[in-house]
């Protein structure tokens, strides 16, 4: 009969999860569940760093989360896909590995009053979690398992845009992740530089951990409920192969399902506003009416252009050219399939401030997100204006009292005016870019919107047609002090009103960061290690440091 009793249970197998869970097991002798929905191994092709394309549009490893209608988008309802799978999304996503802003994380900490969350606390977990191949201190770390390099290629189309921004007045900045984030460049991923090959959350934690008998690793299971008893998370209910089951955790229940499915779970449990609670006649724990708002997401507006010759990858993953690049690829490790296809990007303001308000990126083909029509693929530069922190927003609530239904996500995507004010900016700033040289000599002409869509308004319906997600949902089990009404979470990630149960996944952030999203995913879990073993580090007080096997014994978790 398998184990059914567990020091922690974790809730979700993507990037937070498997740090939690490696570091528990390994550092501290934890008995650890962790529960993923989706499958425990994904395709070979995601490991190769152009994989990902190939499953963009597809749901075997993504959950496409129901839209509600949106009015300021005249009704559409753009999709929302969630990883499903072990690794989350570090297993299926472009691997861009960006950090943010320092501001970020100082807005963090000074609306906490002084918690610990401040980019100077999250920067040595920043720094112990990299392996990067060629940058070092002060901002970077060589000996972490998470493998962080620049890609094996950069395609005619991304070099002409770096060079393009420098003619603008923009400086080139090698490093997004160092001093400063303003500039044009080429990002860093989290790919092996040695074997060309992703590094996902599983790659780099788990491996330590996954022949330990004290982890237990339970895929294709949806976790359905959090039992709670006399106020106390003391475990789960689930669905999997075997049927429903139910699992103890003697210390904490430890939520990772990520910005969608934690809200949900939560208020499945009866964790949630009271109203939205009764609505589906679920009984009502505790009235948090946190749960589920404060939903943020980076999302993006394409200028489409076609060019004068093959700078980019148009018709390179298919037929003869495909199974070139594979052969490459197989024998020496180079060649197209060594890159995401999206290698370069600005973080600029369209309106001169020293802080960037966009992260531009230049994909160089033509990409459009799967309901937009009326553009063909041809060779072409898509340059895509992202909003690095939009003031819209939204929420995720349940559809019904169904464990198995999908949530209603409302994302609120120009659900501000300033957003969609800034976007139009954004893309006037694009079309700049285009017609600067050297981008300016490849290109035919922009076909989308097209270069006679010149007005406010005509480039305010472009964008309602056109706006989709840059995958970065955050924020829907926020963060805040013990007085903070509409918190969820305090700064130690417990969840309030509810002993025995912590959330440490993006839901917690209280304001989205300036980037992509996997890289603070995994420096809040490991930090999350720190707080639930009251570890501290050393330089953090004026007592030493614990040795890490003297806070926790081997065959039981005790929290202070």
Not at 28 to 38: C, F, K, N
Not at 175 to 200: E, K, L, P, Y
Not at 231 to 250: I, L, M
Request: glycine share 10%; proline share 7%; charged share 20%.
């Amino acid at each position: 009969m398998p184990l059914k009793r567990f020091d922690f249970i974790i809730v979700g197998g993507g990037s937070a999860g498997c740090v939690v869970a490696s570091r528990l097991v390994a550092e501290h002798g934890a008995r650890v569940l962790l529960i993923e929905a989706g499958p425990r191994r994904a395709s070979r092709i995601l490991a190769m760093p152009a994989g990902y394309m190939k499953f963009l549009a597809r749901d075997t490893y993504l959950t496409m989360h129901n839209v509600v209608p949106q009015p300021q988008l005249g009704g559409r309802a753009p999709v929302v896909p969630q990883a499903k799978v072990l690794g989350g999304g570090s297993a299926v996503n472009a691997m861009v590995y960006i950090r943010g802003q320092a501001q970020d994380y100082d807005a963090w900490d000074a609306a906490l009053g002084g918690a610990g969350w401040s980019y100077e606390d999250l920067l040595p977990y920043f720094i112990r979690q990299e392996g990067n191949d060629h940058l070092g201190r002060p901002y970077h770390g060589l000996s972490g398992p998470l493998k962080v390099s620049h890609l094996g290629q950069h395609s005619a189309m991304s070099r002409a845009f770096v060079q393009a921004l420098q003619e603008k007045g923009v400086p080139y900045n090698p490093d997004f992740n160092g001093a400063r984030q303003a500039g044009v460049g080429f990002m860093q991923h989290t790919i092996d530089r040695t074997t060309q090959r992703r590094c996902s959350a599983v790659d780099a934690f788990l491996p330590p951990v996954l022949s330990n008998p004290k982890l237990t690793l339970l895929t294709d299971t949806v976790v359905t409920c959090i039992r709670i008893e006399k106020g106390r998370a003391t475990g789960v209910e689930v669905k999997g192969r075997s049927g429903p089951e139910t699992f103890y955790a003697d210390t904490e229940v430890v939520l990772a399902a990520g910005t969608y499915m934690t809200p949900k779970l939560l208020m499945l449990s009866g964790i949630g506003p009271a109203g939205e609670l009764s609505r589906h006649d679920i009984a009502v724990e505790v009235d948090l009416p946190g749960v589920g708002r404060n939903l943020q997401d980076h999302h993006e507006v394409p200028i489409v252009a076609t060019t004068t010759g093959a700078f980019g990858y148009f018709g390179q993953d298919r037929g003869l050219a495909m199974l070139s690049h594979g052969l490459q690829y197989m024998l020496f490790k180079s060649g197209a399939v060594t890159t995401t296809g999206v290698e370069a990007c600005a973080f600029v303001d369209p309106n001169g401030s020293e802080r960037p308000t966009l992260q531009l990126y230049c994909v160089p083909t033509v990409y459009l997100d799967r309901d937009v029509s009326g553009v063909e693929p041809t060779h072409g530069v898509t340059l895509n204006p992202c909003l690095l922190r939009p003031k819209a927003r939204g929420s995720v609530r349940l559809a019904s009292a169904d464990p198995l239904e999908a949530p209603q996500v409302d994302p609120q995507f120009f659900g501000d005016s300033d957003d969609l004010r800034l976007t139009i900016a954004g893309l006037r700033y694009a079309r700049d870019v285009l017609a600067t040289s050297p981008v300016r000599d490849m290109i035919a002409r922009e076909i989308f919107p097209g270069s006679d869509r010149s007005s406010d308004e005509a480039l305010a319906a472009h964008c309602r047609r056109t706006v989709k997600t840059n995958y970065h949902p955050v924020g829907t089990c926020r963060m805040g002090r013990e007085t903070d009404e509409h918190a969820v979470v305090t700064p130690d990630l417990r969840t309030r009103g509810v002993a025995g149960l912590r959330i440490v996944d993006a839901s917690i952030m209280p304001a989205i960061p300036s980037g992509n999203t996997n890289a603070p995913v995994l420096a809040i879990a490991d930090k999350a290690v720190d707080i639930m073993t009251g570890y501290v580090r050393p330089g953090d007080a004026q007592e030493p440091a614990p040795t890490r096997q003297s806070i926790l014994p081997a065959n039981q978790v005790q929290l202070p």
